[in-house]
């Protein structure tokens, strides 16, 4: 196969690269990565690329116009290297690090209103280290070294359960006892039936270490916790390196079953993720991945199973059945996680194909499953996990927002990182704008939270009306509210001001996108009330979990129907919930126990079924909704 050079600006980056690949993989073979939100189909435009030397071979344009494909514009994902190139990767189409919420470390991540977690559930990790000294055979204590080793464990370990070694261990057994002078170490899996040997090392007092790991569709974070202690000692988090395959969990199992290699390519992409976390926080710590000893998974349904590598071709399939709820605890060493080969690996259990893990995790830290109050759990992202209920009863459901809140489907969407716009203010008279800007630079695009600001501000200033129509005729006759030959947008940033070479708008079909987004998640909300016969000022709790729920304005969201108009006294936001369970499991088996009960515990209702989710979100279809008389406190 013919080989051409490809050379990536303004980095001037150079690769050799085979005749056929796409752009979008030669970039990521640069270590250039491009926006993916369909997953490579061709249909979101979000990996525009321009060629300024050399030709492609364009298997689509998707929505690129005349004039764009006049200018050496072309679509990364469509356009097949045919000989050498040179191509710009300008800043809109590029995945840059994330604005990644890992929490704040002195705070203590498992204290929480109902007290210490951890004081609560009892501090028994899931893996321990125990220090013993053998006394040497001889000829007439002539025991076999496990023999003699398993006797001392029996002796020194807390509770009376077998004690298994496996054989890649057994087999360094007799030259670590006498290299080590009978002085040992031993690293175990604390098991509900068993102790598992994980590693026998010459004697030493270092604490044994673990991973909490969150595996978000956009983000991972990795949080690296001293087991002996409980303390959280460091961590890391950056996006999901399987972004570059689609922006959600649907265009990602699209990709991962178009052939066998799919999947191991996609599975791979996160777990490269995990260990470039994982080698950073081990170099910052002076430690070696065999002092990491267990590590707990907390995911949604689909990243759970592309993490271990299974087959997510029939989530996406009537009847939406996942391969596995209850996940069973796997070797590092089937992972290839740099951690300790023998240690093993707990995922969280998942209640259905889309109420994953990561929600389960996050029932669990709020307790909400052993109090009177009534308590709504939602993560809002592009699949909204919503959990209802008490120490009585929990309901749950999924909606799809699409990729809405992660940036996806609107023209100058981002991710929340450097450059996107993340708070805007709107004048009502003049309509003048004042933005904030993550990394406080020039602004390429508008993320998640931004869009819910700037949603509310148009619709207060009067720039659009309940059905999110650009008013023209606004009274300030601003020129950033135009009609253009594609159609109506909003101007945030002019060109002057924006990191790019164009002015950055919001446009009416964005505008729609949202609102059908926002009206998904709330529709969502009021069918599970339906379901349990509840009005939603019966309500006593409202957490909101998650990265994009954490920079949420309360006013705002309720001002356009995102959220319920309830007292703001009952929103709390709970941050990743997600990593907090995983680090509560890591350090309590009780907990770690009570998790895979809380899953088997919470009633998954299907929105698919019957009209009432239609219905509801048919409804939520105006800012805030068609009946005011839900949003009370918003002005009409």
Not at 23 to 52: N, R, Y
Request: hydrophobic share 40%.
């Amino acid at each position: 196969m013919a080989q051409y050079q490809v050379t990536f600006m303004p980095e001037k980056k150079v690769i050799e690269i085979e005749a056929g690949t796409s752009l979008i993989k030669a970039a990521s073979k640069a270590g250039i990565f491009i926006k993916s939100g369909c997953g490579g189909a061709g249909t979101c435009g979000a990996c525009k690329v321009k060629v300024i030397s050399g030709e492609v071979k364009m298997m689509g344009t998707g929505n690129l116009n005349p004039e764009q494909i006049a200018q050496g514009v072309r679509l990364a994902c469509q356009s097949l290297v045919q000989g050498d190139l040179t191509v710009e990767v300008p800043p809109e189409s590029r995945i840059r690090e994330h604005q990644v919420l890992m929490e704040d470390l002195k705070k203590g991540i498992l204290q929480e209103s109902s007290g210490d977690l951890l004081e609560k559930y009892g501090h028994q990790p899931l893996a321990g280290k125990i220090r013993v000294q053998l006394s040497e055979p001889t000829l007439t204590d002539n025991a076999s070294d496990w023999a003699r080793l398993s006797v001392e464990l029996k002796r020194n370990l807390p509770y009376e359960k077998n004690i298994e070694i496996p054989l890649s261990v057994l087999r360094d057994l007799p030259e670590t006892l006498r290299q080590a002078n009978w002085d040992v170490s031993i690293i175990f899996n604390d098991l509900d039936d068993k102790y598992a040997i994980a590693r026998i090392e010459p004697g030493n007092d270092r604490p044994p270490y673990g991973l909490a790991i969150d595996i978000g569709t956009t983000t991972v974070v990795v949080y690296l916790v001293n087991l002996q202690t409980g303390e959280v000692e460091d961590k890391q988090g950056t996006y999901n390196k399987q972004a570059k395959f689609g922006d959600d969990v649907i265009s990602r199992i699209v990709y991962a079953i178009e052939t066998p290699e799919s999947l191991t390519e996609i599975h791979q992409a996160v777990i490269d993720t995990i260990n470039e976390l994982t080698d950073k926080l081990l170099v910052r710590k002076s430690l070696v991945q065999t002092d990491l000893t267990a590590a707990v998974v907390a995911a949604n349904t689909t990243m759970t199973q592309l993490f271990l590598g299974v087959n997510p071709r029939y989530l996406r399939l009537e009847p939406y059945i996942p391969t596995v709820s209850i996940t069973p605890s796997v070797p590092a060493r089937e992972l290839g996680l740099h951690i300790l080969p023998e240690a093993l690996v707990h995922s969280y259990p998942s209640v259905a194909s889309y109420v994953g893990g990561d929600i389960v995790s996050g029932a669990l830290i709020t307790d909400m499953a052993n109090e009177e109050e009534i308590t709504l759990l939602i993560d809002i992202g592009t699949n909204g996990e919503i959990v209802l209920g008490n120490q009585d009863w929990l309901v749950s459901c999924a909606c799809s927002a699409g990729p809405c809140f992660e940036g996806g489907g609107i023209n100058f969407g981002m991710r929340a990182m450097p450059g996107a716009i993340e708070r805007v203010k709107i004048d009502p008279k003049t309509l003048d704008v004042d933005l904030n800007v993550i990394g406080r630079i020039p602004p390429v695009g508008i993320c998640g939270s931004g869009l819910v600001d700037c949603l509310a501000k148009m619709r207060i200033a009067g720039i659009i009306d309940r059905a999110g129509n650009y008013q023209l005729e606004h009274p300030s006759h601003s020129a950033r509210l135009r009609q253009t030959s594609d159609e109506k947008e909003f101007v945030l940033a002019w060109a002057h001001q924006s990191g790019g070479d164009k002015d950055v708008v919001i446009t009416e079909n964005d505008i729609k996108n949202l609102i059908r987004a926002k009206g998904a998640i709330y529709a969502g909300i009021r069918s599970l009330l339906q379901m349990v016969a509840m009005d939603i000022d019966m309500i006593e709790r409202i957490k909101i979990a998650g990265g994009f729920g954490n920079y949420l304005n309360v006013p705002d969201s309720v001002e356009i129907g995102l959220l319920p108009d309830l007292p703001a006294e009952k929103y709390e936001f709970i941050g990743n919930s997600s990593v907090k369970g995983a680090c509560l499991a890591l350090l309590s088996q009780k907990a770690w126990r009570e998790a895979a009960e809380l899953a088997r515990k919470i009633t998954y209702v299907e929105l698919s079924v019957g009209t009432t989710f239609m219905d509801e979100f048919v409804s939520a279809l105006f800012l805030p909704h068609t009946d005011l008389s839900l949003f009370p406190s918003v002005e009409g």
